[in-house]
């Protein structure tokens, strides 16, 4: 579903809360913490981009570790479920006129790493790394365009490949709106980047619980949804 942007009094062009940079920058946090929450603390495992999961399931075949083969494709069936249930939510939440579907995702996830949050170190970790795939899924899924250009919150390769696209573009064609796409994604980058930063450090220090650092992340997105009524 294409949404087509609203115009403010001025008639100019309103961009959609959920495109807003501060939204996207806010979830790429939100995306970095949580790669760095897993590694660390559930198995070692990255939950938002499946590609690494995907290789260490391949390894671990390869090696006849079909045990630890099928720990890997835990997160990997997680996070193409995410995206089936985004799907749906999309389909159900867009006829309903007082609440967005992008809302209701950011409340799923604020319920969902609430819970994850109690769940202490001792419990297997694939019962974690499932349910954290599963948001990073649908995060990824909801939110894919910022100041209108399209980029992963819980991700970098995507994003890394377009900055530099859009550098090359301002470099040797002097396209200005390319040296703005490379500035977007570069602060999206260096927020994911400090995420994992953050992640790593609260980790180590505060344990399992430190994953609600990332409800007070989302509470504030949500926030800004519910000013903006848009």
Sequence with gaps: MIEKSKKDSKGINKIPSHELFLVGGLLAVV??????????????????????????????????????AGFYLIPISAFALGVYITEIIKSKFTKIAFIKWEHFVILIEIVLLLTVGFIPKSVPPGIVNVTVSFICSIQVNSFRKISGIT??????TGNLRSCFENLYKYTHCRNKQALLSCLKYMGIILLFISGACIGAVLSKSIGCHCIWFCDIILIVVFLIFTIRQD
Excluded: W
Excluded at 33 to 45: C, E, P, S
């Design 151 to 156: 980029y992963a919150s819980t991700m970098c």
């Design 31 to 68: 995306g970095g913490f949580l790669d760095a929450y897993t590694y660390i603390l559930r198995g070692q495992v990255f939950a938002n981009a499946q590609t690494g999961n995907v290789v260490l399931l391949a390894i671990n075949i390869a090696k006849g570790a079909f045990y630890q």
